[in-house]
């Protein structure tokens, strides 16, 4: 049974029936609205916990129809304790939720992927297709393989090669833009209108988007029902932090945590900082920028969800930060190092923000802050490329790993007293 009500307008509140459609008469978003009520009577923890660790134990709160079809193992990822980080960092309690293992494509995107494609089904769309900055690529690839649906992935030219082979490694057709992501995103818009395929992030956007809500809930469950102080999260579009905030609204209308404000706190590369540079200057207003980063995934000039992310950080009482493509790199090792998880380019900017928000004083060192670490650093090895020890390399005798690799590790050490 499904608490799916309709598709609502964001500002004038205007309602339509479910179909793949993004915006209201008035050009604002639509946002699927569901049955409060309903939710109350049927939602328990216990309910909860009874079902599989995976993102669809919270069916009811997504907008599908029926029961998942396909891409039935998404989700539930691990909340782990970052203890070591947290020192490092100089701050009291830290966890990282670890969507760089999430199943099947090692990435956040596999949540809004399972419940856009599920959608995709249930409106009966042969072809299945996005616009992305590679990690959605590769999640439309896989998840549509394994459904038995023909994809199409946009990109643009420049990815990194695994964010390339991995998707066309599922049979997708992979076709690059030359362009930047937010010419990628243009075309796709037209190509959805003209064919009628199911573009997971244009026309489908609305459902895509409601997958997002599962990474909050879970962080919710995964701290013994409660909500955390506050979250640091990767914006590209500005989908994901705007259904966070969502999400732990949603559960405590429903009394399943204790209400609380949770405060947002938004990451951007420099040379992609549409939406922090706008908290920064106290507006909800997106000014596009021309993306230069090695945080590819991030790399939206123009997000779609950009006004409503800058005002869900603002109004939770939160703050964004930039961090160079230097500072992303050193994120990457500190996390590596510290709490030996290997994230991504998106992860180096948590990472690299939170510290840098910390050392101006900007976030509350006593906070019990989650970090989101939203996909995989074997996808974006390129950044890493000469920033590491690159080894030792010595002929199998006893006396070359004396003299070679014991001299070294001991001089090391002395040089760093
Ligand atoms: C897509 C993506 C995000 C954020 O996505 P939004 O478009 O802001 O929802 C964060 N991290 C990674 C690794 C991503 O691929
Ligand atoms: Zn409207």
């Known amino acids: 049974m499904s608490y799916v009500i309709g598709l609502r307008c964001k500002e004038c509140g205007k309602t339509y029936p479910i179909s793949p459609r993004v915006v209201c008469d008035c050009i604002a978003p639509l946002e699927v609205s569901y049955d409060l009520d309903g939710w109350k009577r049927v939602i328990t923890r216990e309910l909860i916990a009874s079902r599989p660790p995976t993102m669809w134990r919270y069916r009811e709160m997504l907008p599908l129809e029926g029961e998942p079809t396909v891409s039935r193992s998404v989700g539930f990822t691990p909340l782990v304790p970052a203890p070591r980080l947290a020192k490092a960092l100089g701050c009291r309690k830290l966890w990282i939720k670890n969507d760089a293992v999430n199943c099947p494509t090692l990435s956040f995107k596999d949540r809004v992927v399972a419940v856009a494609i599920n959608?995709?089904?249930?409106?009966g769309f042969k072809v299945v297709a996005c616009a992305s900055t590679g990690n959605l690529a590769n999640a439309v690839a896989a998840h549509a393989a394994a459904a038995g649906l023909e994809s199409y992935v946009f990109?643009?030219?420049?990815?990194?090669?695994a964010k390339v082979l991995g998707s066309a490694v599922y049979g997708a057709k992979v076709i690059k833009i030359r362009g930047n992501y937010d010419s990628v995103n243009r075309l796709c818009s037209q190509i959805a209108g003209e064919y009628g395929w199911g573009f997971v992030n244009v026309n489908l956007r609305t459902f895509y988007a409601e997958g997002s809500k599962t990474l909050a809930y879970e962080v919710a469950e995964q701290l013994g029902w409660r909500l955390p102080d506050s979250i640091v999260v990767p914006i590209a579009g500005g989908s994901l932090i705007t259904r966070v905030g969502k999400a732990f609204k949603e559960l405590s209308d429903i009394g399943l945590v204790e209400p609380k404000n949770v405060t947002l706190i938004g990451a951007q590369a420099t040379g992609c900082s549409p939406v922090t540079t706008a908290v920064k200057r106290g507006t909800r207003e997106i000014e596009p920028q021309k993306p230069s980063t090695i945080a590819r995934s991030l790399a939206i000039g123009n997000?779609?969800?950009g006004y409503y992310a800058s005002g869900a950080i603002m109004s939770s009482g939160g703050t964004g930060e930039d961090v160079t493509d230097p500072e992303i790199v050193s994120g990457m090792k500190l996390l590596a190092e510290t709490?030996?998880?290997l994230g991504e380019t998106a992860a180096g900017v948590t990472i690299a923000t939170a510290r840098k928000l910390l050392q101006q004083g900007k976030m509350n060192p006593d906070a019990e802050t989650v970090l989101a670490?939203?996909?995989n650093g074997l996808k974006t090895l390129d950044a890493l490329h000469n920033q590491l020890d690159p080894g030792i390399t010595i002929r199998p005798r006893l006396e070359e790993f004396e003299n070679?690799?014991?001299?070294?590790v001991r001089s090391a050490a002395v040089a760093a007293g």
């Open 373 to 375: 670490v939203t996909g």
């Open 339 to 341: 709490e030996g998880i």
């Open 303 to 305: 997000p779609a969800d």
């Open 404 to 408: 070679q690799v014991l001299t070294a």
């Open 155 to 161: 990109i643009p030219e420049d990815l990194e090669e």
């Open 119 to 123: 959608k995709a089904i249930e409106f």
